[in-house]
């Protein structure tokens, strides 16, 4: 995965074979992409690259994420059980995610369109890292997740999806393993590293053939 912001915008996330190609959803998506990004950015949230994606930061706490795929692109609110959505514009990733935490776009123009709506969100968004307010953590097997983890579930659908199919042996395996590190920034490094292992439904301590 990329790990410089400017690569993302020009090569893509790293994540897939299309990386650096001209089929890279970023490629179809790079009108939408640098309208959201100026918005992010205009609305003053820190840029940062987290899961190989734009990450955007106010008040010390992810607010949006953004993502292309090949049939959309979208921009994922994090902590999106506080978000009061009156447009109801706010989609659900998937049939794992208990929040609906995304607005999804399947034409560029439209991103234009909904940008005053858009900014308002994130002004939201942005007063409850202000106020410091968060949700309630959810809890698994009487262990509360990492935040990390809960972040990294809440922007990559197919991390999700499989982590919700693990058995409570192996979802411990990974928590107990996540709480062990010392600081925020081992912990992203660790999810990383395990993806894989949790798509091949993989405990934390299993090989990963």
């Given at each position: ?25 970023t ?15 205009e609305?003053?949230l ?11 930061m106010?008040?010390?706490r992810?607010?949006v ?15 999106a ?18 929040y ?6 399947t034409d560029?123009?439209r991103?234009?369109?909904l ?9 939201e968004a942005?007063s409850y890292a202000?106020?410091g ?9 009487e262990?509360?997740?990492p ?8 922007c990559?659908?197919e ?6 199919q693990?058995?409570?042996?192996r979802?411990k395996?990974y ?20 993806r ?10 299993e090989?990963?053939?």
């Amino acid at each position: 995965m990329i790990t410089d912001i400017e690569d993302y915008f020009t090569l893509g996330c790293g994540r897939c074979e299309r990386f650096a190609t001209a089929e890279c959803s970023t490629k179809l998506w790079a009108i939408g992409l640098e309208r959201l990004r100026r918005i992010c950015l205009e609305s003053g949230l820190i840029e940062t690259v987290k899961w190989g994606h734009p990450c955007y930061m106010h008040a010390g706490r992810n607010i949006v994420i953004l993502g292309a795929l090949r049939n959309d692109l979208r921009i994922s609110f994090f902590n999106a059980a506080l978000m009061k959505d009156p447009q109801r514009v706010l989609e659900i990733q998937g049939p794992n995610t208990k929040y609906a935490d995304m607005i999804r776009f399947t034409d560029n123009a439209r991103v234009a369109e909904l940008e005053p709506l858009i900014v308002s969100y994130i002004t939201e968004a942005m007063s409850y890292a202000e106020a410091g307010i968060k949700p309630p953590k959810e809890v698994l097997v009487e262990m509360e997740l990492p935040e990390e983890l809960i972040e990294a579930l809440e922007c990559d659908p197919e991390l999700a999806d499989a982590f919700s199919q693990l058995t409570p042996g192996r979802k411990k395996s990974y928590i107990l393993n996540l709480n062990s590190a010392k600081n925020s920034q081992t912990r992203v490094s660790r999810i990383a590293k395990f993806r894989d292992k949790i798509l091949a439904g993989k405990g934390a301590m299993e090989r990963h053939s």
